[in-house]
């Protein structure tokens, strides 16, 4: 196949047929993308999601197979590979959790009726191997890399083994680093280790609760964890009595507003099942507490959906500081709960630091137009300050940003300060500056396919016949960009810029019963389809003082077809299939379409027309 496609879409091609062997993720599978690593041959930003995708959809998680991807992990440390590095660690982590350490995935997740278990809580490649190198690299990291310890913190968080959960606690005590933020993600990395232990950790998150000498967003970490361990009426009071007389604000608005969270949600939502009441009880004790936007929050919305019989649970905290008016951390997760499944569709956490210093430059780039009157003023009042007053501005710390993103199985952490900011103008310097200087032109494509959240399931039935559930929901998403500038001089020039994106999105839901005395199988589903496109072309031109700006689509013979920008079609159909046959269940003879009485009716719209665009 790779000899028949043309050199200049080989790439392209070899770039998709990696992000369907990730899907697959059988063993072979996994052998073919770890041999791509250790060639070298992944290890850009794209061939790292193809690898965090790969770990994720793994179905038979044998010990050779961890043992080979931990000596992966070990391989791209050793070369380097950042981007490689942190995404094996944060992709390999909960999948050994998921498969090994935790009792009830282990079992229903995997086929453990056929094969058998194939891993716990004491494989040695999880207790020997990989705890020990985290552990190590963790320790070994400079304090200033701020990067790679989170990476580290969250990845030992991840598994939620004791082991793992012991270096955390010296992150936490301060052996590492003092950095608060460092220390309260390790703090919210110990939730699994403290749901399944809640008697062990309960007590080190209430000595940290109750250390008013501790940072208070050390503080709020550990009444965010607090939860999970099922404390005791009496706990949740002494919290609520606190609020009279801790000297913080942000913890007390933190946990008066955790209280009153807690109290109001439903009895059925976790883990507020077994704390609800003694929540509703602690609150009447509690002082109420400015809510404004200037304090901390916790706060969790869970609400069932009739039409989807679906249990929703959004969680929202962000953590404020008084040295700034912009929120510290913000954290967002979103969990989707069915009668057959799990989702977490979204889980994000954002951390901030220095954003008073993009205040200050903009204060200055203001000062810096004052005329007259307005500026002596200034000026003077600026003395006074720093001369009768003596006040002097605050050390503003460097401006940085650590973006934790878990969304449809994959986790990836961004980090934002200056190194990553210089990287990324280096590239596309060196990359524009190549292309303009070749023949004046810059092109980009991509293309992924991914499964975004598909799953299986099987549920016994009254019949005696098991209910087999599939979803599938396949993504493509492809597109070209081409920047082509032709500057002659001052007065003449002209700057085109052309994009063809192209997202194509089906979501394949099935319910069938298999019979074994007939071979046939019985199902209904539904296939919906999603096209969305626009090729597009802008255009800015100037000629002696004067700019031009137009708008169109693309001349070439695939943009000029005529199709619509969007397109959705949803087919639902019933069948009787014979699982002998090598023929599709769609195309099948026996299955039929059902279709609506509404006939299909046909609008246009000339978008261009009512914009004063040309866009035909």
Not at 306 to 329: F, G, H, T
Request: net charge positive; aromatic share 6%; glycine share 4%.
């Amino acid at each position: 196949i790779e000899a028949r496609v043309p050199a200049e879409i080989r790439a392209h091609h070899h770039h998709v047929f990696l992000d369907l062997v990730s899907m697959t993720a059988t063993n072979p599978c996994m052998a073919f993308i770890i041999e791509h690593v250790k060639a070298g041959r992944i290890t850009n930003e794209a061939g790292a999601w193809i690898v965090a995708n790969a770990i994720r959809n793994i179905k038979t998680p044998t010990v050779e197979l961890m043992n080979e991807l931990i000596a992966v992990f070990k391989l791209v440390h050793v070369h380097r590979h950042q981007h490689l590095t942190s995404t094996v660690a944060l992709s390999l982590t909960p999948r050994i959790h998921g498969a090994c350490i935790h009792e009830t995935t282990a079992v229903e997740d995997f086929p453990v009726k056929i094969y058998g278990r194939f891993c716990d809580n004491k494989s040695p490649f999880t207790v020997r191997e990989l705890i020990p190198f985290l552990a190590e690299k963790l320790f070994a990291s400079a304090e200033h890399d701020i990067h790679h310890i989170i990476t580290y913190v969250n990845a030992l968080g991840n598994l939620g083994h004791d082991a793992a959960a012991l270096h955390l606690l010296k992150v936490i005590e301060g052996q590492l680093t003092r950095h608060t933020h460092v220390r309260s993600v390790a703090v919210y990395q110990l939730m699994r280790v403290a749901a399944a232990k809640p008697t062990v950790y309960r007590p080190i998150l209430l000595d940290i609760i109750e250390n008013v000498a501790e940072s208070a967003e050390v503080r709020m970490a550990a009444i965010t964890v607090l939860p999970y361990t099922r404390p005791t009426a009496e706990i949740w009071n002494k919290l609520a009595i606190r609020t009279w007389f801790d000297p913080s604000e942000q913890v007390v608005s933190y946990v008066y507003t955790t209280l009153k969270t807690i109290a109001e949600l439903p009895n059925h939502s976790h883990p507020t099942t077994f704390i609800g009441e003694k929540a509703r009880e602690a609150l009447r004790l509690a002082r109420p507490a400015m809510t404004g936007i200037q304090t901390s929050h916790g706060m969790m919305i869970f609400q069932f959906l009739d039409n989807l019989k679906a249990a929703v649970n959004v969680k929202l905290q962000y953590i404020n500081s008084p040295e700034s008016v912009i929120p510290k951390n913000l954290f967002l997760k979103q969990t989707i709960k069915t009668e057959t499944h799990r989702m977490e569709t979204i889980e994000t956490s954002v951390y901030t630091q220095g954003a008073e210093y993009f205040i200050n430059k903009m204060y200055e780039a203001y000062n810096s137009m004052m005329t007259g009157t307005d500026k002596a003023q200034y000026v003077a009042n600026k003395n006074i300050m720093k001369n009768i007053l003596r006040v002097e501005n605050r050390v503003a710390l460097p401006p940085a940003a650590h973006i934790t993103v878990k969304m449809m199985g994959l986790q990836r952490l961004f980090s934002i300060d200056a190194t990553m900011i210089e990287e990324i103008i280096e590239t596309v310097t060196r990359d524009t500056m190549e292309a303009l200087n070749k023949d004046h032109s810059l092109t980009k494509d991509f293309v992924k396919i991914i499964d975004v959240m598909g799953h299986k399931a099987i549920i016994p039935t009254e019949t005696g016949l098991p209910l087999h559930l599939h979803h599938a929901t396949p993504l493509v998403i492809s597109g070209k960009a081409a920047l082509d500038i032709d500057l002659r001089d001052m007065t003449k020039g002209r700057v085109g810029f052309t994009m063809k994106p192209v997202v194509n999105y089906k979501q394949s839901v099935m319910a069938h019963l298999f019979c074994p005395f007939t071979g046939k199988l019985l199902g209904a589903g539904v296939d919906t389809a999603l096209h969305v496109t626009l090729p597009l072309t802008s255009e800015i031109a100037m000629h002696d003082g004067h700019y031009i700006v137009t708008l169109k689509t693309p001349e070439d013979r695939e943009s000029q077809r005529v199709r619509p920008l969007l397109a959705l079609r949803v087919k639902p159909y019933t069948t009787i299939y014979d699982m002998a046959s090598a023929i599709p269940i769609a195309n099948a003879a026996n299955t039929k379409v059902i279709r609506t009485a509404t006939p299909l009716k046909r609008k246009e719209f000339n978008i261009g027309r009512h914009l004063g665009l040309s866009l035909m």
